[in-house]
């Protein structure tokens, strides 16, 4: 009995569902998330922190991920970046603007003990306070 070849019957390369957005370009070095932390905004939320930082210039969008150890093993360290990761691929390309920087930071116990829809409205509120600072520059602690 012979099986279609999965992969030469395949129409697209792209794996998982089809509505899924690409994920956005990542920061490459450790300089840019120190400039992000260093003269960039920031919003403390329930389920994550987030520094942004305008680059001036209008370059897309850039994205980095980290948690510290206090977040907890490897295991849990890397589950709260996948759930930050898709946080940031299901509202960046709506509420993210060209030209910035975003570095998503994992809370302890909160990344990955919150609700999903929650941590959602955490970056959605996170991103409209950062972009919504009067003075570029300024640190926001939020409020």
Known sequence: MDLPDPVENSTSSQVGPPDRRPPPPTIPARRDFLAAAQRGRKHV???????????????????????????????????????????????????????????????????????????????????DRVHSVGKPGRKDRGA
Request: charged share 30%.
């Open 45 to 127: 939320a329930p389920g994550l922190i987030l520094q942004a930082r305008d680059r001036v210039d209008d370059r897309p969008l850039r994205i980095g991920y980290t948690c510290s150890k206090k977040v907890g093993n490897a295991v849990l360290r890397n589950r709260a970046k996948r759930r930050l990761r898709e946080a940031a691929r299901a509202l960046l390309a709506d509420h993210g603007r060209r030209g910035w920087d975003y570095v998503l930071i994992g809370r302890q116990g909160a990344t990955i003990a919150r609700p999903f829809p929650d941590l959602l409205s955490d970056l959605e509120a996170a991103l």
